[in-house]
């Protein structure tokens, strides 16, 4: 499965921003969707993650209420909308598919596929 981010970009704290993460080379819909942020010099965080259905999801603490993941396995495509972004929301996102255990998820190395990453910048 090849993986593209797309939709990042500059925006300003309390605005919105709509990721999106095209799969092909053959079909998502077996697999857990995740997204993951990095920072330079950092480790690679937990975003959110979504299951193969699309009927369960997880969010780490920081982003709850405020991000929201979603599929659609007919387009093989995976969303991120963010809203009321906060300058600590700036850095790479990158999207990830797993065949792991769902529990598995918060880990990056439980996943299996990544994208490139796509760089959002939220200016106070």
């Known amino acids: 499965v090849q993986l593209q981010a797309s939709g990042g970009g500059l925006v300003q704290a309390g605005g919105s921003l709509r990721l999106s993460c095209a799969a092909s080379?053959?079909?998502?819909?077996?697999?857990?969707m995740g997204w993951f942020r990095q920072v330079a010099g950092k480790e690679r965080d937990f975003v959110t993650a979504?299951?193969?259905?699309?009927?369960?999801?997880y969010y780490a603490d920081s982003v709850k209420g405020r991000f929201t993941i979603s599929r659609d396995n007919a387009k093989n495509m995976v969303y991120l909308q963010m809203n009321s972004l906060k300058p600590e929301d700036t850095a790479v996102y990158y999207c990830?598919?797993?065949?792991?255990?769902?529990?598995?998820?918060?880990?990056?190395?439980?996943?299996?596929?990544w994208g490139q990453g796509t760089l959002v910048t939220v200016s106070s």
């Open positions: 979504i299951n193969w259905r699309g009927d369960s999801t």
């Open positions: 080379g053959r079909t998502m819909s077996g697999y857990h």
């Open positions: 990830a598919a797993s065949v792991s255990n769902w529990y598995r998820l918060k880990s990056p190395l439980n996943y299996d596929y």
